[in-house]
């Protein structure tokens, strides 16, 4: 089973840049999430979907936007990046209250 | 403010050794409790959680953590470390809310060294 698949794995764009990352699964979950990862932050939640058609903020939602068109898939959209964006992003789904993980998009930047 | 804490930033352990992982929340009802582990470069993945019941709690990989309401605490162990338990680790809570529950708030972690 795939589980939770993040596209892609790395990215480096320059300062104004747009870009789309793509969370798939494949669990039928309701619940999916976008995280950032930075160093000595621990995970912060940037917006959440609790189903298909809906989105809510997280943490720290600005700069980016979310879309949850198909239950399938959770989209985070940069459309002005900026350097403070460097991070991991890590997409997760629930069905409860535990998470499934991806393996994390690392986007830089410049 | 509430907040859950992982007061270790990093440890070293020699293999075979015994672990204790450290993590205090500040939530007025009982939260949701979880610990996950975070090899290099991979996602997160879920040793164990705790919701009700026996407050020692059994997890994969022969880890467990204890429920300590008095301390309100919820520290990982694991008897006898091996090489490959080097990571990063995060505890994690859904505050309770009287039945409705937030979002997952993370602890910001302890990075695991793990010594010959």
């Known amino acids: 089973n795939a589980g939770v698949t993040q596209t892609p794995k790395f990215r480096v764009l320059k300062t104004g840049q747009s870009m789309t990352l793509l969370c798939a699964q494949d669990?039928?979950?309701?619940?999916m999430y976008w995280y950032r990862q930075d160093p000595g932050m621990g995970l912060r939640l940037i917006h959440y979907?609790?189903?298909?058609?809906?989105?809510a903020k997280g943490e720290v939602p600005d700069g980016y936007n979310v879309s949850r068109l198909k239950k399938q898939n959770f989209l985070l959209g940069l459309e002005s990046a900026a350097p403070s964006q460097t991070s991991v992003y890590f997409c997760a789904s629930s069905h409860g209250q535990g998470r499934h993980f991806g393996d994390g998009t690392r986007l830089s930047i410049l | 403010a509430q907040s859950v804490t992982q007061p270790d930033i990093h440890i070293t352990v020699s293999e075979g050794a015994s672990l204790e992982l450290r993590c205090n929340y500040s939530y007025g009802a009982t939260p949701y409790l979880f610990w996950y582990v975070q090899s290099p470069g991979q996602g997160l993945q879920l040793l164990l959680k705790y919701f009700s019941g026996d407050t020692l709690v059994q997890g994969i990989k022969g880890f467990e953590a204890e429920f300590k309401r008095s301390q309100s605490s919820f520290n990982l162990r694991k008897p006898s470390v091996h090489w490959s338990d080097a990571a990063e680790y995060f505890c994690?809570?859904?505050?309770?809310?009287?039945?409705?529950?937030?979002?997952?708030?993370f602890g910001k972690g302890t990075k695991l060294s793990v010594k010959p």
């Open positions: 979907s609790v189903g298909e058609g809906t989105t």
């Open positions: 994690a809570v859904v505050p309770n809310y009287g039945g409705s529950q937030g979002n997952l708030i």
């Open positions: 669990m039928n979950h309701e619940y």
